[in-house]
């Protein structure tokens, strides 16, 4: 309740803002909710998702001229041009989207570049919109007979849907989809091992941002009644950048803070400057350019987090989510072929990593892959699970190859896996990690959770996170931040997320590294009750007492090959095993 203090007067002050403030301010409030609008689509897009875009402008543009040419030229309703702005920005996002996301690192953001300024001269070269000087004479949009003609009119239309869009976005952030989104700034390959489409969820989030732009492009040509290309140049798509930045890249109410001061700044500083140095000119952008460095080197995070300090913290969630138990998919009898791995070699360039490697996994059986450190384990893992596909030879699991199967494919088949270098979200509780495992248990998207149609499937899919850890024993840790565990820990939230996902074949890099004896004990605990179950683990693991109590049948590697293979007590005793060991098997 506490926690809803402030944005409860927040909302109140805005709601008395046309009562109380002078025609200028209330024209300078709109044109923040306007920018808000844009800010909070990169918020999601560049904050959350890691894809920097410095062509929003231009998906503003979409929606101003849309509305534009179609109320004027044609005579449609606004409210009809809103959608069929919104189909339009979402065909050309869909199209830039399939080009531009499968750029990585810095061609991503050129890529963006490239068509922000394309779409801005489409606007400006185009004869039927108008040319340089754009369309004029755009009618106001009423609503049940009421025009909104002024400024003030408008206000409270602008600000409800900034105050929508939060509250979608903030939804759709605590869910199933919006843990795949959050897993992709920095987990994509852990995201793809847990069968999330990495590609699909990044399309999803460019769209969502340039409809949301596309929105606040269709409030600003009714609010303004006339566009020219100007604002939707490239270097107002900077500047939306900047206030999302400024404001706080990953925090959706920094997209309003970032907005308002940026707005406020430039309005401030094009009135004094002038006056202060005599002389007229855009003076404004360098004092801007300095000032948002400054603030970047002060507060990397944006001002948000700045002012979340002064706020009441939230008050955590504790209850342990209930909800009754996902379906299961049907488990292979004990005993059956899970896994057959077969002449796989993997190369890195010069390096062969992986040469010729033959091996085996049962249903109900610990296999352990043991070998010194470099000997090619987790490169092996990887093959297997198509995280980085081997180079030749042939993988089949549950009797069929994988050979053209994506790493999610082969997760939502039943195997699952975890890392040796963990893989987890620091900032993500315990339990919120825990649950992308269960991703492919279930199906509700981002439209669904925007609007909280989720509720009942999030309860199940949290559920089983939250059994799951309970089953690792790390039921005390459920929320905390994943990053906050011993690395020990982390490695234990990694087997309880790949559990999460149902799998028949589980692949374990390292699970006990870093533990203590007696968590050593339960972790073996833990194996033998799943083997019990009729699983099947694919174990790489240099704690000798550990692997050969444990392990059913054992495969030893060295340089990439296979040395040994058997019953663990025969491999203890190969002397080429002993010799790659040099004497340290006892
Ligand atoms: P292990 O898990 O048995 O310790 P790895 O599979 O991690 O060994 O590594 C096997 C060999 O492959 C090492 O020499 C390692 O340096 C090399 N290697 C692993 N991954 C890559 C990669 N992505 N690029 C180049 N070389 C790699
Ligand atoms: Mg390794």
């Known amino acids: 309740m506490r926690r809803q203090l402030p944005l409860a007067v927040f909302i109140a002050l805005l709601a008395a803002g046309p009562l109380l403030l002078p025609e200028f301010s209330i024209t300078l409030l709109n044109y923040i909710g306007l920018y808000a609008i844009v800010a909070v689509g990169l918020v999601l897009l560049t904050g959350v998702g890691g894809l920097t875009s410095f062509g929003q402008a231009a998906f503003v543009g979409i929606g101003a001229y849309t509305t534009a040419w179609m109320t004027t030229a044609h005579g449609v309703s606004p409210w009809l041009t809103l959608s069929i702005g919104l189909v339009v920005t979402a065909a050309v996002a869909l199209f830039l989207g399939f080009i531009t996301l499968r750029m990585g690192g ?14 801005y001269f489409l606007f400006g070269n185009v004869e039927f919109l108008g040319g340089h000087t754009g369309i004029t004479g755009i009618p106001p949009v009423s609503l049940f007979g009421w025009e909104m003609k002024s400024g003030r009119d408008f206000y409270y239309l602008i600000w409800l849907v900034v105050l929508l869009a939060i509250l979608a976005l903030r939804n759709l952030l605590d869910s199933r989809e919006g843990r795949a989104i959050r897993a992709l700034k920095g987990g994509a390959v852990m995201a793809e091992a847990m069968g999330i489409n990495t590609p699909r969820a990044k399309i999803v989030i460019f769209l969502i941002a340039a409809l949301l732009a596309s929105i606040s492009g269709w409030l600003y040509a009714h609010l303004q009644r006339f566009v020219n290309p100007t ?16 404001g706080g890249i990953g925090h959706v109410w920094g997209a309003v803070l970032g907005a308002g001061l940026i707005t406020v700044l430039k309005q401030w500083l094009q009135d004094w400057l002038p006056q202060i140095l005599g002389q007229s000119g855009n003076f404004e952008i360098i004092v801007f350019g300095v000032a948002v460095v400054l603030i970047l080197q002060k507060a990397r995070d944006g001002l948000w987090p700045v002012i979340l300090r002064l706020l009441p913290a939230p008050s955590r969630q504790r209850a342990v989510p209930q909800a009754p138990a996902l379906d299961r998919r049907p488990a292979p009898p004990a005993g059956t072929l899970l896994l057959e791995a077969n002449g796989v070699t993997k190369r890195f360039g010069g390096l062969v990593a992986n040469n010729n490697m033959s091996l085996t996994v049962r249903a109900g059986e610990v296999m352990a892959l043991i070998g010194p450190n470099g000997a090619g384990k987790s490169t092996m893992f990887n093959c297997i699970s198509a995280v980085d596909p081997a180079s030749e030879g042939k993988i089949a699991f549950l009797g069929a190859s994988t050979a053209s199967l994506a790493a999610r494919d082969i997760a939502s088949r039943g195997m699952s896996r975890t890392f040796q270098h963990v893989r987890l979200l620091g900032q993500m509780s315990v339990l919120e990690n825990v649950a992308i495992g269960a991703h492919l248990r279930g199906s509700r998207g981002a439209l669904a959770a925007a609007l909280r149609l989720d509720r009942a499937e999030e309860q199940r899919l949290l559920a089983e996170a ?23 820990q982390q490695r234990i939230v990694e087997i309880a997320r790949a559990l999460c996902s149902d799998p028949c074949l589980l692949l374990l890099d390292e699970p006990a590294a870093g533990l203590r004896y ?3 004990q339960a972790l073996a605990e833990l194996l033998r009750r799943l083997r019990g179950e009729g699983m099947g683990i694919l174990l790489v693991e240099h704690d000798m007492d550990f692997v050969m109590g444990l392990a059913d049948r054992v495969v030893v590697m060295e ?10 007590e025969a491999v203890q005793r190969d002397p080429k095993v002993l010799e790659a060991y040099l004497g340290g098997v006892e």
């Open 559 to 568: 340089f990439g090959e296979k040395i040994a293979e058997g019953a663990p």
């Open 518 to 520: 007696r968590e050593k």
């Open 231 to 246: 604002p939707f140049s490239l270097t107002q798509g900077i500047e939306y950048l900047f206030m999302a930045v400024v």
């Open 466 to 488: 939250a059994r799951q850890i309970e089953r690792v024993g790390l039921a005390e840790h459920m929320f905390d931040a994943a990053g906050s565990l011993a690395l020990g």
């Open 106 to 119: 810095h061609y991503l953001p050129l890529g963006t570049i490239a068509w922000g300024i394309s779409l």
